[in-house]
């Protein structure tokens, strides 16, 4: 079956005018996870370091799923690979993924109907919550406070616009987009099924095998 691509339109969030982008129903995101639950409930409170979890003092008010439109690049965003800066790049196998914890699991998440994320690839939305993605930010305050921004809007416009998450552009490989999905917003919206024991040396993602140093 053909997927179709996603979309770009605009809405309107509290006072602004942002972009968001729309994934067609059959959509499937990627994640990778260890522990049981986590390939459909994010991290409890105490572990919500990623890049859109809330600010510290707000991380009982809600969590992120993270996800990846890439099987590769939710392996590369969860450290089970890692990219070599060669020219060009190649990809080995992350000493950190397989000592002394529960090997990663693999789960597909496809969305039932379409779906919208905020989207903070698009620069004009990103300054609208305090981004500017056109520096380099590797920073994670500004995105965190950003993804607090955002849940606050949500839970003021009485969900009239039907978001279920954030997207943003991938650090790791240019052209590739992170999904993170909002906690109470995204659970009705995907089916989750959980693939296998994720395996670095059978990546086949969009027909192109990934190659390096296994």
Not at 11 to 19: A, D, E, N, T, Y
Not at 87 to 104: I, K, N, W
Not at 119 to 145: M, N, V
């Amino acid at each position: 079956m053909t997927i179709q691509a996603s979309a770009v339109t605009k809405v309107i969030l509290g006072k602004h005018q942002i972009s968001t982008r729309v994934l067609p129903a059959g959509y499937p995101l990627h994640r990778l996870f260890r522990y049981f639950g986590g390939e459909f409930k994010p991290a409890p409170p105490e572990w919500r370091n990623g890049r859109l979890d809330p600010p510290k003092p707000r991380r009982h008010e809600y969590g992120v799923l993270y996800t990846s439109g890439s099987v590769k690049i939710a392996a590369i965003e969860c450290r089970a690979i890692l990219l070599v800066p060669t020219d060009p790049p190649t990809y080995a196998v992350s000493e950190f993924a397989v000592v002394g914890q529960p090997p990663h699991q693999l789960a597909t998440l496809t969305s039932k109907k379409p779906v919208q994320f905020v989207d903070l690839s698009d620069p004009s939305t990103a300054s609208t919550f305090g981004l500017d993605i056109s520096s380099t930010l590797d920073h994670l305050g500004p995105w965190r406070e950003a993804s607090a921004k955002i849940f606050d809007a949500l839970v003021a416009d009485l969900a009239k616009v039907d978001v279920v998450g954030f997207c943003y552009h991938s650090r790791h490989e240019k052209g590739e987009t992170n999904y993170a999905l909002l906690e109470g917003r995204y659970e009705n919206a995907f089916e989750c099924r959980i693939l296998s024991e994720f395996n670095p040396r059978l990546i086949d993602d969009v027909a192109k095998p990934l190659t390096g140093d296994f």
